[in-house]
């Protein structure tokens, strides 16, 4: 199985900051890499597809890189809506697509 | 509108069943390919079925034997049957469309629904 592995776990920045998550897997995905969004509560939310693919409507503050096995979600200019867990996951590997364990970002 | 409804979480004691459902509208769940996911109480995001518009289905080794996922095309409706329910099946159970799924690496799960809790404890 393909592992996920995120980090850090947790973040604290102020509003304005820039963010950066990591998600490495554990063998060549190529570009088979999503960024999730999830609030307690909510609708969990689809951000950045295929590595750096901005799923329509989401805020161009959020940018995903990166190819093969080390991924990049950015967030320019951290905003309060921005709390929330983010977990990168792998569709590599159908059917099994993993997730990352996900990174809590707080203000 | 495209939107993904799930209902029929709750209480239930360890060994029993519960049967989940995912009420789709905006596109036909049986054309698409489907899945659910769960998250348990202060954990992250675990793939648990996926459903080929073709019917073929397949689960996560966690659930392989306990779980069924299905389909009705009259409702439109996707559902999970949980047999053999275990405490570490606790969690809010998310079902979601796959999109693009021969594309490659645009394969993605969207949208999402926004869950059902399911709770096994004596």
């Known amino acids: 199985d393909i592992q996920m592995t995120q980090s850090p776990s947790s973040l604290s920045a102020s509003v304005g900051d820039r963010v950066t998550i990591t998600c490495r897997a554990s063998q060549d995905i190529n570009a088979y890499l999503n960024w999730y969004q999830v609030k307690p509560g909510k609708v969990p939310r689809l951000l950045i597809y295929a590595g750096g693919n901005l799923q329509s409507g989401v805020s161009s503050r959020f940018r995903g890189s990166g190819i093969g096995t080390d991924f990049t979600l950015t967030i320019d200019s951290l905003q309060p809506e921005d709390v929330a867990t983010y977990y990168c996951q792998q569709t590599y590997s159908v059917p099994l697509y993993t997730f990352g364990q996900g990174t809590k970002v707080q203000i | 509108e495209v939107e993904l409804v799930e209902s029929g979480g709750g209480l239930v004691q360890p060994g029993g069943s519960l049967r989940l459902s995912c009420a789709v509208s905006?596109?036909?769940?049986?054309?698409?390919?489907m899945t659910w996911v769960r998250q348990a109480p202060g954990k992250g995001l675990e793939w648990v079925s996926t459903?080929?518009?073709?019917?073929?289905?397949y689960y996560a080794d966690s659930v392989k034997g306990r779980f069924t996922v299905s389909r009705d095309k009259s409702k439109n409706t996707l559902f999970l049957q949980m047999k053999s329910l275990r405490a570490d099946d606790t969690a809010v159970y998310f079902c979601?469309?796959?999109?693009?799924?021969?594309?490659?690496?645009?394969?993605?799960?969207?949208?999402w629904g926004q869950g059902t809790l399911v709770t096994v404890s004596s």
């Open positions: 979601a469309r796959i999109l693009d799924f021969w594309s490659g690496y645009y394969r993605r799960l969207d949208p």
């Open positions: 905006g596109f036909s769940v049986s054309d698409r390919y």
């Open positions: 459903i080929y518009a073709g019917g073929s289905t």
